[in-house]
């Protein structure tokens, strides 16, 4: 099965964000905000490992309504429970979602590898910068492959901007968020026991 990540040189591209100021990595973006009114659903997110705690995303279904449904669909069906953070890069990204091979019992080699058992999806790219806590559709280096995986930014990373399919923005959590456990190397892949998505809810 294709990979499914932020592909090619976007990830040394994004360690460049790590010489960003410690007020970029603090802030969110006044566009990127959610918007007054947002009466979408919200993804629950109990996270357990080195980080314990909750995140609460703003599923943004006025920019990615197919994309939105599909993580509500897995959520709701419960594939997301017990997937691991499998690709974390400091000052970058933390990623997540392969239901397919992403489970702390699978082999960590195929961890981030997999989708899920539905279709791909076509891409709903938008105007929206990638901005701290933004969450963005992982996909391979075909625009309309997104799946499953998804991942949650530390960090502004404007090099990203419509180039992937932008479907939630925090709302809380962000100090379990930074807590999440780094990968190594240049592609921030997770050695030993990473953190995870024990549960994943949908709220209404």
């Known amino acids: 099965m294709r990979d499914k990540l932020i592909f090619g040189g976007l990830f040394a591209l994004g360690l460049g964000i790590l010489g960003a100021s410690w007020l970029n990595l603090m ?15 919200v993804m629950v997110i109990e996270v357990a490992g080195e980080a314990t705690g909750e995140i609460r995303i703003a599923l943004r279904d006025d920019l990615a309504p197919q994309h939105v449904e599909r ?3 897995l959520a709701e069906r419960g594939d997301y ?5 499998h690709r974390v890069i400091d000052g970058f990204m933390a990623q997540t979602g392969d239901v397919a091979n992403g489970t702390e019992s699978g082999d960590p080699r ?5 989708g899920s058992d539905l279709p791909d999806l076509p891409a709903e790219f938008s105007t929206q910068s990638f901005e701290r806590g933004v969450v963005g559709m992982a996909r391979s280096q075909n625009p309309n492959s997104a799946n499953s995986q998804f991942f949650i930014m530390f960090a502004p990373a404007p090099h990203l901007d ?3 399919t932008v479907v939630g923005q925090m709302l809380e959590g962000y100090d379990v968020l930074d807590a999440i456990k780094r990968g ?13 998505m024990a549960r994943v809810t949908i709220a209404r």
């Open 27 to 41: 802030s969110v973006n006044a566009d990127t905000a959610v918007p007054e009114g947002h009466s979408g659903p």
């Open 71 to 73: 993580i509500v669909t």
């Open 81 to 85: 429970d017990g997937v691991v953070f």
């Open 110 to 114: 195929r961890w981030g590898t997999g």
């Open 162 to 164: 419509g180039q992937y």
């Open 184 to 196: 190594t190397g240049g592609n921030g892949a997770v050695v030993g026991a990473p953190d995870r």
